[in-house]
């Protein structure tokens, strides 16, 4: 009999699973108990940033009401390295303002923070969230000196959709088009991704992202891998879904014989929700890795 919680189930089995299962397993809300506790942590932690570290809030790098991003300079280190984090919320939900619970201790170890706002799902389709997040970058990395942020390195992250739209924008192809050099970018920092969207596509948030199979394919950043010189860390925590822990071996793997340095972890006892929170404690192996992208 399939065994759905299988850890060596093939790649393609979803295709042939119960619409149910396929639902569950790309349900990350039901896979914490109250939903609501969780995204208040994100606001909880991040408010107090905005007091505590130095900022540039609402920096416009597009015409858009929603194309501004929170920047966090080191005071008198416009050459530090560069964080870019850009949020989840399956492409519809949170913003900036539940993204810089960060913010203090990266820039106490001498790392700027930029968090990245764009327009969210369904009123931009997610071609269109992705140029906003290209153009993001491309700002921050020609643009923003006059803020205080001039960075030598840029390392990308992002969790769950955000972190599908991290790997997007590590991908190559892009960057030349906005007057960036192949290695712009220094690295990646992925969390419970998705890099493949051929089963969302197939599930609920299709609701909202109303993708064909075609643009789910074009839009999976398993068809864009990075540059092969890009290392990359990309985990998972305990508490994911067989099917996310599955995608992100899956990328990890993809890249690793594309000649990408991938360091890959599973983080104990965290859910899909708080792994990202451990940036906020300097001894974590989430913020180590980082920090090691970011001096490498």
Known sequence: MHDMNSRTASVS???SWPQAELERQYDARATVPDIAVELQAYRDSSTPMYQLTPCVRDVTYGSGSDETLDLFPVAGRPDAPLLVFIHGGYWRALTSQDSVFMAQQFTAH???VAAINYTLAPQATLA?????????????LKDAAPHGVAPPRTVLTGSSAGAHLAAMLLAP????EHGLAPNALCGGVLLS???DLEPVQRCVPNTWLNLSVAQAQALSPMHHL???QVPLYVAVAE???DEFKRQSRHYAAACRAHGNPVTWHEAPQRNHFNIVLDWMDAQSALFQATMGLMHK
Do not use: F, K, M, N
């Not at 992705?130 to 700002?139: M, S, Y």
């Not at 192809?173 to 030349?176: D, G, I, S, V």
């Open 13 to 15: 089995d979803w295709r």
């Open 110 to 112: 001498g790392v700027a």
């Open 193 to 195: 991704g998705l890099y």
């Open 128 to 140: 269109q969230i992705v140029d906003q997040c290209q153009r993001a970058v491309a700002w921050l």
């Open 239 to 241: 508490h994911d879904t």
């Open 226 to 228: 990075p540059h092969p």
């Open 173 to 176: 192809e892009w960057q030349a």
